[in-house]
């Protein structure tokens, strides 16, 4: 699920924060205005209407006289009340109409005169008020443009320096070296500090990546002279005419074994300096002979069990790959399949695909164990009872496309696939 940026989420968080804090300004500004206008009219009104009966009770001879805006209506001894108004009760009465004039009208009840209405014609206010709310309107609308506006522009010098960080960051290559990120001259005191930070990462991986290679460079240089003598030895053993058959073929078992380690070796110093050179040292090899090598290198670690060690089939497969890395990756499956497996059949199988299948009726795994053993080979983590480890042929199938399958029951064995079909010719 993609993330909305932050810009847009400070924006609209602003939008909605105005419309609440409009809304909340103009019902109450509503609000307190109906209460005020009530209580001018009413004050307005009383005062009025106390005046006018004061005046009729005290001079017998008083007569009322309308004006543009007050008009007076007695049940008793004065202009009868209009029947639009006649069930109105006694109080203050806004927004009522009175020939098309919107008035104001305060009722009340005398003994003298019966229902008194007094009447304030408000049209002239009414018009009054709706041109102040128009542009009231037109000014908060005005001023919520204005806020965003100036919002849009100071988000953008806020957020740009980070957005630039982030761009800046997200652009990082592991395989590069020398990489460091800039802050924005805009840009806040976090922000140099998270700047300052990723570049200490920087700095601290780039050590931490030469100490590995160099560690590896000279530990695979160091191991290269007893591999020379071994392989040497061998060799000269293996001239000597008068070497029994069963000397000779421990002594083949040797030189084989030290040239496959010699070749391994050959790997890792490419894979600490240069993983893209994996795919320089390809060259055509046959699965279906290589497979029946494997095991025959691997059937002594059987001894003792009873387990046997079986090619169920293969198909013709040729593959432009590492020698080192197909027999590595291979027998190291091959190593902890019969590592974990007490009695029975274990089973390989290569089909034209390229794809090697080891079946073993070992203890097997649970779907959490599984789950573990893909999260080492992710996190390149050392398991010092599988051989290279499976953390080294997962970093070396990831450089050359395979792919690599676990598949396990508890009691049930486990079943693992290795697909090398990124390796085919063409």
Partial sequence: ??????????????????????????????????????????ALLNTELDSVLAHTRSDSHYHWQDSDTLH????????????????LRPGLHDGKYL????????????????RVMLVLDITDFGELENFITRWAMLAGVALVIVTLLMAWVGMNR???????????????????????????????????????AVNDYLVRNEHFVERERA?????????????????????????????PERARQQLLRVHSTATGVEQLI????????????????????????????????????????????????AEPCNILAPLGVVQAAIGNLLRNAVENSD???????????????????????????VAQVYARMARGERDARAGIGLELIARLSEHLGWKLAIESQPEQGTRVVLDMGSSLPG
């Fill in 266 to 313: 050959q790997l890792l110093l490419v894979l600490a300096r240069d993983p893209a050179r994996l795919q320089a040292m390809s060259e055509l090899v046959p699965l279906e002979q290589l497979l029946p090598e494997i095991i025959e290198d691997h059937r002594h670690l059987a001894a003792g069990k009873e387990l046997r060690l079986e090619l169920e089939h």
């Fill in 158 to 196: 806020l957020v740009r320096p980070l957005a630039i960080l982030a761009q800046d960051i997200g652009a990082l290559r592991p395989e590069q070296r020398g990489q460091r990120i800039t802050v924005d001259r805009r840009g806040s005191t976090e922000m140099e500090v998270i700047g300052s």
């Fill in 72 to 87: 007076l209506f007695m049940e008793q001894g004065g202009e009868p009340i209009p029947a639009s108004m006649a069930q």
């Fill in 343 to 369: 009695r029975g059949v274990i089973r390989l199988a290569v089909n034209a695909r390229a794809v090697v299948t080891i079946e073993d009726p070992g203890h097997g795994m649970s779907p959490e164990e």
């Fill in 1 to 42: 699920m993609s993330r909305a940026p932050l810009r847009r989420k400070l924006l609209g968080w602003l939008i909605v924060y105005l419309a609440l804090v409009t809304v909340v300004v103009f019902s109450a500004g509503n609000y307190v205005h109906e209460r005020a206008e009530h209580a001018v009219w009413r």
């Fill in 215 to 243: 560690f590896i460079s000279t530990t695979s240089h160091e191991l290269r002279t007893p591999i020379a003598v071994i392989s040497g030895a061998a060799e000269l053993a293996l001239e000597q005419p008068d070497v």
């Fill in 99 to 114: 020939d098309e004039h919107k008035v104001a009208v305060m009722v009340r009840d005398t003994t003298d005169h019966g």
